[in-house]
Nanobody
Framework: QVQLVESGGGLVQAGGSLRLSCAASGRTLSRANMGWFRQPPGKEREFVALITGTGDFASYADSVKGRFTISRDNAKTTLYLQMNSLKPEDTAVYYC????????????????????RGQGTQVTVSA
């Protein structure tokens, strides 16, 4: 059984930065696609970013492109999301996900039907 545990969320002012981490345990995910999703208050869950197992390809939703960077450390089985220039509309619960396939969504690729998902970490950006 795979467990994904997110950390690093919190309250930050607009324009600030946060770095989210996702620690994976239970089985090796070094070859699995991984990604981040978020659910803003009162809205549906949405894709944020993905990275392939080898780490040589990443894709971002248009709303975060140029501000967020996804990375992974397969030795530590940890996924990261560096979030810069945060905006109030980035406020959401952020979820880590593993597995699934890449799916073309307009100008970017999203992560389709991930096998595992974490419990989430709250990110709140104040104006």
């Amino acid at each position: 059984q795979v467990q994904l545990v997110e950390s690093g969320g919190g309250l930050v002012q607009a324009g600030g930065s946060l770095r989210l981490s996702c620690a994976a345990s239970g089985r090796t995910l070094s070859r699995a696609n991984m990604g981040w999703f978020r659910q803003p208050p009162g809205k549906e869950r949405e894709f944020v970013a993905l990275i392939t197992g080898t780490g040589d390809f990443a894709s971002y939703a248009d709303s975060v492109k140029g501000r967020f960077t996804i990375s992974r450390d397969n030795a530590k089985t940890t996924l990261y999301l560096q979030m810069n220039s945060l905006k109030p509309e980035d406020t959401a619960v952020y979820y880590c996900a593993a597995g699934g396939t890449l799916q073309k969504s307009g100008t970017y690729y999203s992560l389709r039907e991930p096998d595992y998902r974490g419990q989430g970490t709250q990110v709140t950006v104040s104006a």
